[in-house]
C-alpha cells in the first residue's frame, strides 16, 4: 500500500509514563499496522518516557499545571495547538486517553473522526471539584463526539445510565496484552537480592499505593492468614501516595518480615509468576490490566467484585448486576465482596469483607485441585484479550 493511502491517525495521552490508559496507548502505536496508517503519538510532555512507541511522536511541550486560572489557560493552549496539528497534518483520525486529552480531542476536532476512551467507572472515580467538573463535562460534550470506546461493558453501562450517553455511541473495547511477550519476561530470573523470598509461599499484588486499589485491606486481612499459613509472605509491587501510611500500617501490624514492597519493576511478570497467587482488593476499576497480565503469567486470582471489570473477566457468563457477598468460586478466579473505603488502623477488628479476603487466600492456597484449575483457567481466558484479536476491534473502528 502505497503511503499516500494511509491513514493518518493521532493517538493523544498526555504522556507515556506509568499508568494503564498510557500502557494501551502504547501498545496501540506499536501493533497498528504500519503498512495502514501514518501514526501520530501526540503527548502533553515527553520529558519522561517509560512506554516504548512506534509512529512519529509529537510533543506539545504543554505540561500540566496546578493553578485554576492557569489550568483553563493551559487548556486553551493545548486546544488551538493541537487543532493546528490536526489541520496541517490532515488528521483523519483521532483517538484520545484520559479525560484531559478526550476534552482537548473533543474541541480541537477539524474534519477528524473523533474517538475517545473510557478507562475508568466514572461515576466511582469522579471525585473532589475537579471530579464533579469532568462530570459536567462529559454529560455537556461526550455525546458529540464521533465514538466512545469504553474498555469494559461495565464502564458502558454506567456512562449509559449516569451520565446519559447515546448507547449507540459506545463500542466496548477490552484492553489489548502481548501474551507472548508477557510470558517471555514472566520465565526471567529473580534477582539474588529477592530470590530468597520465593522460598516461601507468596502472595502478590500490583498497582500504584493510591486509596482506589485498597492494599490496606489486604495487610489487615493477612495478619489473619499468617494465623494459619505462618511461612506466608506478601509482596506489594507500586509506588504512590499511600506509601507512607502503609509502611506504618505493616509496623503496627507486627509484618515487617512478611510484607515487602518492592517498588516499581519494570519487569513484574517474573514476580508474579514465581508467586502462589496474585490479589486484587481494588474499590473500582475499569478494567484492570494487572488482574489481565497475572492470569497471563499463570497464576491463580483473586479479586474483589468491584465496579467495574472483575466479573467480566472472571465470570463473564453472569449477569454483570450480582455483586460477590461471599467468596465466589468463578470460572476463572475467585471474586470477594469489595471492601469498604475507610482507612483502618491495626488496633480496629477486622471488617466482615476482610475476613472474607482472608478466608479466600486460605481456602485458595490450601486447595492443590483449586489452585491448579484455576492456572489453567488463567491461562485459557487471557486468550480472549491477545493483541492481535483486539487490534482488529480497532482497526474496525478507525476507519
Known sequence: MENNKKRS???IVPTLRGGGAERVASNLSLYLSDKKYNKYIILYSAEKIEYPYRGNLIDLNIKAINNPLAKIFTLIRRIYKLKRIKRKLNIQTTISFLEAAN???????????????????????????YGKIYNCLIKMFYNRVDMLVAVSKGVKKDLVENYEI???????????????????????????????????????????LTKQKGQWHLMRAFKKIKEEIVNMKLIILGT??????LN??????????????????????KFISKSKIFVFPSLYEGFPNALVEAMACGIPVISSDCKSGPREILAPETDLKIEAKKVEYSKYGVLIPVC???????????TTEERILAKSIVE????????????VKAKERVKDFDKDKIILEYENILK
Open 166 to 208: 447515546k448507547e449507540n455511541k459506545i463500542k466496548v473495547i477490552y484492553n489489548l496484552y502481548d501474551l507472548e511477550k508477557i510470558q517471555k519476561l514472566a520465565g526471567e530470573k529473580i534477582e539474588d537480592n529477592y530470590k530468597d523470598l520465593f522460598n516461601y509461599p507468596v502472595i502478590i499484588n500490583v498497582g500504584r
Open 103 to 129: 476534552i482537548v480531542n473533543i474541541f480541537s476536532k477539524n474534519k477528524d473522526k473523533v474517538i475517545i476512551s473510557i478507562r475508568n467507572f466514572k461515576s466511582k472515580s469522579s471525585n473532589g471539584l
Open 248 to 269: 506504618k500500617l505493616i509496623g503496627e501490624l507486627n509484618l515487617e518480615k512478611d510484607v515487602y514492597f518492592l517498588g516499581f519493576q519494570e519487569n513484574p511478570f
Open 9 to 11: 491517525i493521532a493517538i
Open 364 to 375: 485458595l492456597y490450601s486447595s492443590k485441585d483449586l489452585l491448579e484449575n484455576y492456572t
Open 340 to 350: 469498604d473505603d475507610k482507612y483502618y488502623d491495626a488496633q480496629l477488628p477486622l
Open 240 to 245: 504512590g501516595e499511600l506509601e507512607d501510611y
